[in-house]
């Protein structure tokens, strides 16, 4: 069986190796030889090392892609809905190893993946509004926010 690692983390400065040493041991006592795909700096938006993933799965060049949880894969609903009816047309196994999630077509498994997307959406919108509510204080405050202007030279 050919198996797909998958680490993400959201900012360069941070590290996924707590989610790389626990897929490796799970992988390695299920007894699959695996490759790692590790994103770094990923935004909603651009998860390059993801959608290189996505494609060579869909290709059939890996059989299972295991992830640490389920907010490391998708970051919407809708996202982890499309990704996974596009693996299951495609007969890839997908495993979550901290949601206990296995892609299947067990109804169960079906319902506590759209629950699970759904929390993981809930969290980022909750995120998002402490957020803007901390800048909204800073800002009523007097704080400058944002990066400091660049000083301009004085022309001769």
């Known amino acids: 069986m050919k198996v797909a690692i998958y ?13 790389l040493r626990e897929l490796e041991q799970y992988a390695k006592a299920m007894g699959h030889d695996y490759t790692i795909f590790e994103e770094k700096e990923s935004t909603r938006k651009t998860r390059p090392i993801k959608q290189d993933l996505f494609q060579r799965a ?62 993981a959406e809930f969290e980022r919108a909750m995120i998002s509004e402490r957020t803007k509510a901390g800048l909204a ?16 030279r004085k022309s001769k």
């Not at 680490?7 to 989610?19: F, G, K, T």
């Not at 800002?139 to 944002?146: E, P, S, Y």
């Open 58 to 119: 869909i290709k059939r060049e890996f059989d299972l892609i295991i992830i640490y949880k389920l907010d490391r894969w998708a970051r919407s609903l809708q996202e982890v809905i499309n990704d996974f009816s596009i693996l299951q047309q495609h007969k890839v196994q997908f495993r979550s190893i901290k949601d206990n999630i296995i892609l299947d077509n067990d109804p169960r498994n079906q319902l506590m993946i759209h629950i699970l997307g759904a929390f």
């Open 137 to 152: 204080r800073a800002r009523a405050q007097g704080k400058k926010l944002g990066r400091p202007r660049k000083k301009r």
């Open 7 to 19: 680490v993400r983390v959201s900012r360069i400065d941070l590290h996924p190796e707590n989610q």
